[in-house]
């Protein structure tokens, strides 16, 4: 980092819009460390002293520059005054924001966007660069409409990696599996602007009363197709945290298509179930609560500092059955035999791109292998835990072939007291493929994600 960035560590000048200035601060940081986008500004809400209002917007900002960045930057590039990509990160991320709010946010006058991300870039890097900055900003606006893109017909790869801002070997991947036109749904799915869905905990309350709070409350939903105690919020803007539902734990936030993988489980009433990577613990509530929190649920997670969501989660939704452990989830030997080992594997994440636009700029292609392997010395773990009878349940947020069903057909060919139990059995035939649960964002509307449903032979 470079002294002259330093300075958007400091307060912003007064009449500076501070969400503006703070997204910029957050892009900055996110470009040089591991730090994931959504923890970035996590940790600027709670921080820092913005309006509601400019929290929405910064979250928006932030969010929305991530998720389009190949577009934007595609753009920056044409209209840029020499080498656009050696720019310092203040100067490319300055334009990115305004040049987002210019694409996409109507309700907000180009010219204001404009000029914040000028002033910005004077105060750090000076008139000279700000002057740039200026010039090639307005020089977009006016020029909107002539923007053009690369062919489709002739480079498909390299129109859409620009104009649904994907990384190219991503894209290629999902052109080569899904065809061209199925590919660019997902694409699209991929930038939508993700839905909310809370789940009602049904130990506490239940659907009507859920529904009864939120209609009177104003708050636009509709029901889940798939879960009957799933309810999708359409209401925009809205802090469901600070909603007295969520805060009595009469409700939590769960994707449909994770509380379907923990629903494969279908653990009785009393079981004994082990959740082996089990932070931020949000399928090990739902475990809990099938099983009317009248077992054991051990719920591990190999980082100390996680433990903590699951023990805090648990108890906003009081559940007593749930207790946290630290443990490696590959070494990690029980004293018991559970009923149920449920595995929710780390994955390369690309079904949950929509929440996480992050993820694709993070994940590069061999991710995909170093990752499965990992996932197979876990699943490994797991199948010498779970008793004789018992069920294991594999779990991923992750589209990709190799991380799913490929890793299922490995282990059971290694595995031979095991047998695939099909999904269809338990789930809608809708959300099911081939014996597994099986979502992608294009066709379901919600997260991308697989589950299998194993049984271990009796002895």
Avoid at 277 to 303: N, Q, T, V
Avoid at 365 to 389: C, F, N, T
Wanted: hydrophobic share 40%; net charge neutral; proline share 4%.
């Amino acid at each position: 980092m470079s002294n002259n960035e330093s300075g958007l560590e400091k307060q912003p000048y007064e009449g500076f819009s501070e969400a503006r200035f703070a997204a910029i601060r957050i892009l900055n940081r996110f470009e040089r460390s591991d730090s994931y986008i959504n923890k970035l500004v996590e940790y600027e809400l709670n921080v820092g002293k913005l309006s509601q209002l400019d929290k929405q917007l910064l979250t928006e900002l932030v969010n929305g520059v991530i998720r389009w960045k190949e577009r934007l930057d595609y753009i920056l590039v044409g209209f840029y005054y020499g080498d656009y990509m050696k720019c310092l990160n203040i100067v490319k991320n300055a334009m990115r924001v305004a040049l987002y709010q210019i694409l996409f946010l109507d309700k907000i006058p180009g010219p204001i966007a404009i000029n914040e991300s000028v002033e910005i870039v004077k105060r750090v890097q000076g008139e000279k660069t700000a002057g740039i900055v200026n010039g090639v900003l307005r020089n977009i606006s006016r020029n909107i409409e002539n923007i053009r893109f690369p062919d489709r017909d002739s480079d498909s790869i390299y129109h859409l990696t620009v104009f649904h801002s994907h990384p190219r070997w991503m894209v290629r991947r999902w052109v080569d599996r899904f065809g061209i036109d199925e590919a660019e749904m997902l694409l699209n799915a991929n930038n939508r602007k993700p839905n909310v869905t809370i789940r009602v905990n049904t130990l506490k309350s239940n659907v009507i009363e859920i529904e009864k709070f939120l209609l009177e409350n104003g708050i636009v939903f509709e029901k889940s197709k798939y879960l009957s105690q799933s309810l999708i919020l359409k209401t925009p803007r809205l802090n469901i945290t600070a909603l007295n539902i969520f805060v009595d734990g009469k409700i939590t936030i769960q994707d449909e298509a994770a509380s379907l993988a923990a629903l494969l489980a279908r653990p009785f009433q009393g079981a004994d179930i082990l959740d082996l990577c089990a932070a931020p613990g949000g399928k090990s509530f739902f475990l809990a609560e099938l099983a009317k929190d009248k077992g054991r649920l051990i719920a591990i997670d190999k980082y100390k500092n996680k433990l903590s969501s699951i023990e805090e989660g648990a108890a906003r939704l009081g559940l007593k059955s749930i207790v946290a452990a630290l443990g490696d989830a590959i070494t990690f030997q029980s004293n018991f035999q559970p009923d149920i080992v449920f595995i929710d594997v780390p994955c390369s994440g690309t079904g949950t791109i929509a929440k996480k636009p992050d993820i694709k700029w993070k994940r590069e292609r061999d991710d995909v292998y170093r990752i499965a392997k990992i996932q197979k010395e876990i699943l490994s773990s797991g199948a010498k835990i779970v008793k004789p009878g018992g069920i294991l349940v594999y779990s991923t947020c992750s589209m990709e072939p190799e991380e799913n069903y490929m890793n299922i057909d490995w282990f059971l060919e290694n595995n031979p007291n095991f047998t695939l139990d099909p999904a269809e059995q338990y789930l809608p035939s809708s959300v099911c493929k081939n014996g597994y649960l099986q979502t992608f964002p294009h066709i379901h509307n919600f997260d991308g994600a697989f589950a299998a449903r194993l049984i271990k032979k009796e002895e």
